[in-house]
């Protein structure tokens, strides 16, 4: 199983949380870093994003298909996060697009 961690690109720095956009630097982000996991992400790679805007916004750069889950959501736990991707023993490839403080203590 590969485990692939994709926080959100730069966003307005607004309110309410979950309906922060990303701004034009964050389009750009998104975009560049969507081309650069495409060539190296496996095809079958299941993608599952945060239901805020700004993570559903990055995701669709890839143009592939995802999964929105509530678990995910700003303030998630990083168990949440990893059962989620079913990590460690799920047969699957996962990209999880979401948030930080919680991606940075998953990856430790």
Do not use: C, Y
């Amino acid at each position: 199983m590969e485990l692939i961690l994709w926080r959100h690109a730069e966003a307005e720095d607004t309110t309410p949380d979950m309906q922060r956009k990303l701004t034009d630097k964050g389009r750009k982000q998104s975009l560049r870093m969507a081309d650069w996991l495409k060539e190296r992400m496996p095809e079958d790679t299941r993608v599952l994003v945060s239901p805020a805007m700004r993570t559903q916004q990055t995701a669709l750069a890839l143009g592939l298909q995802f999964t929105t889950l509530d678990e995910l959501a700003p303030g998630a736990r990083p168990n949440d996060i990893l059962h989620a991707a079913g990590w460690p023993d799920g047969e699957d490839n996962v990209l999880i697009v979401g948030h930080n403080p919680t991606l940075g203590m998953v990856a430790a």
